[in-house]
């Protein structure tokens, strides 16, 4: 089963080709367009995608080394995203499936973050979590906590009630004059820095989900307040601001992920959304894997990140389900797992 994966959820447009959840290629075009407005401006970035989409697949396709016959479904996101840029990607798919006369496969993203954990190498490397295991999905849109039971049965047991973690490191970033997106600056930044210098407000909610909206207020006002002070606050104390920020971000989703671990008593442990490519994160949840005899799997950087690869192998499950889309498939802005 060899399947075409198309991902546009957002400002990325992604291709891949999977054969039998083997990945032959995997090509992402970013878009430059963004940076100079501090965040993705959604007519340029469905824009962008038109320009983008044939030279991608056709990349996928070549760098496969396939013909077009050999794709048995195509799969493409359908939420949640932009629905400019989730349009584009969507009347690809259903053009290129009428046109090669081969089934339609419409996936979540997020359960495409999920199921990158899945993806094989063409060398052999696989290393997949066993069922049920939790997953701590964090990216620029969602923070959640979700229960994986099965490939395709999954629920969402903890959830931000306001912004993602991603949003948290962007949006801090960009009050400290960090470019779009912030989260690998900071991360970058943090390495020099104390994370115990300064102290930002952590949530109170109770249960699994998150909250990151009042960390976003809080650093904004302690900025606020010493640029008052001394004007050059930021640059003079840049490491240690970024080493505390991220300290806070890390303690706040380890502390509900430790909460889960113990409610549901599953100590297979995950990681997905491109806030994992974090490297404070990746050693704070190696610490606890440690300490709480955790199996901690964390999937491959390339993989974290936005790609069409997690789209191809969600597709790939789906197509053994024998679960396919119509032509009358819509985008959809936000989804539920
Ligand atoms: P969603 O998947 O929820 O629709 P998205 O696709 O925009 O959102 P991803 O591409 O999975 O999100 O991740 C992008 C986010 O990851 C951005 O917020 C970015 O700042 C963050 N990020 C990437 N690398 C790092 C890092 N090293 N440290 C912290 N954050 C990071
Ligand atoms: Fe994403």
Redesign the pocket.
Known sequence: VTILGIES??DDTAAAIIRDGVILSNVVAGQKVHEEYGGVVPELASRAHQQNIIPVVDRAIARAGIEKSDISAVAFTRGPGLLGSLLVGTSFAKGFSLAAGIPLIEVN?LQG?VLALFIKEKDGAYNPPKFPFLCLLV???NSQIILVRDYLDMEVIGQTIDDAAGEAFDKCAKVMGLPYPGGPHVDRLAKQGDPHRFNFAKPRISGLDYSFSGLKTSFLYFLRDNLKENENFIEENQADLCASLQFTIIDILLNKLKKAAKQTGVKEITVA??VSANSGLRTALQENANKHGWNLIIPKFEYTM?NAAMIAITGYYKYLNGEFAGQDAVPFARTQL
């Open positions: 959820s957002c993203h973050h990216s620029g849109g959304g491109g936005d």
